[in-house]
């Protein structure tokens, strides 16, 4: 269960530890990876934010993405291994990755329901105008300090998604979704950080990276993607 920690002493100091994965792919189980053998898996992802939990008061456990699509252990139960390990681990968010509509909305409704984190992407939306996602955005609080945490999936996913099921989801502008979810995070919520858990990409090669956000939109603190 969750243990609320005791607000800081005024003007005391705070920390926070983030940890973060990404693009796991399906991928339960440890895997060979290249001169690595036997790595990653939930295993050893609970294993290490089990040992940081030992060493911080304040733990915030996040997945950018692609949680969908690898390993037959994964592939064959559609992604049920991954969440219930994520379930089990106690991971606060993940973001929808362009992965996540590899399969039929059904399966993400699945997943959804199966999930005891949210699912996070403010700019995806049905046509009715609906979050696909659990929600836009989450604010968690940490003795006292407000983290308010969106997530962002990249708008190339109307091109590189399953077109069946891409072809009825609108994907905003991430840059502008970005700037509306600071501005609601800051001045309605009150956070004093603000998160951006997006599936977007580093590299130049991605139209809206996420260097693009962060030289575009101010009052971000920390952005994994």
């Given at each position: 269960g969750?243990?609320?920690?005791?607000?800081?002493?005024?003007g005391g100091e705070v920390?926070?530890?983030?940890?973060?994965?990404?693009?796991?792919?399906?991928?339960?189980?440890?895997?060979?990876?290249g001169n690595a053998v036997e790595a990653g898996g939930l295993p050893a992802m609970a294993m290490f934010v089990g040992q940081t939990r030992a060493e911080f008061d304040n733990v915030l456990v996040l997945d950018a993405g692609d949680f969908n699509t690898g390993l037959s252990e994964s592939n064959f139960f559609k992604a049920e291994p991954d969440v219930i390990g994520r379930n089990m681990i106690g991971f606060d968010a993940v973001a929808l990755g362009n992965h996540e509509f590899d399969n039929e909305l059904s399966v993400l409704e699945r997943q959804k329901a199966l999930a005891e984190?949210?699912?996070?992407?403010?700019?995806?939306?049905?046509?009715?105008g609906a979050y696909v996602a659990d929600a836009p955005y989450i604010v968690k609080d940490f003795q006292g300090v407000k983290v308010g945490i969106f997530g962002l999936i990249t708008k190339e996913t109307e091109t590189v998604g399953n077109p069946a099921i891409v072809k009825d989801l609108v994907f905003l502008d991430e840059v502008a979704t970005a700037k509306e979810m600071v501005k609601v995070l800051r001045e309605k919520e009150k956070v004093?950080?603000?998160?951006?858990?997006?599936?977007?990409?580093?590299?130049?090669?991605?139209?809206?990276?996420?260097?693009v956000l962060a030289k575009n939109v101010?009052?971000?603190?920390?952005i994994v993607d």
């Open positions: 969750c243990v609320s920690q005791p607000a800081a002493p005024a920390k926070i530890a983030v940890l973060h994965v990404n693009d796991t792919h399906g991928h339960p189980i440890a895997f060979n990876n984190f949210p699912m996070l992407a403010a700019n995806v939306k049905t046509k009715d004093q950080v603000v998160i951006a858990l997006v599936h977007l990409g580093f590299d130049d090669l991605y139209v809206a990276s996420s260097k101010s009052g971000i603190d920390l």
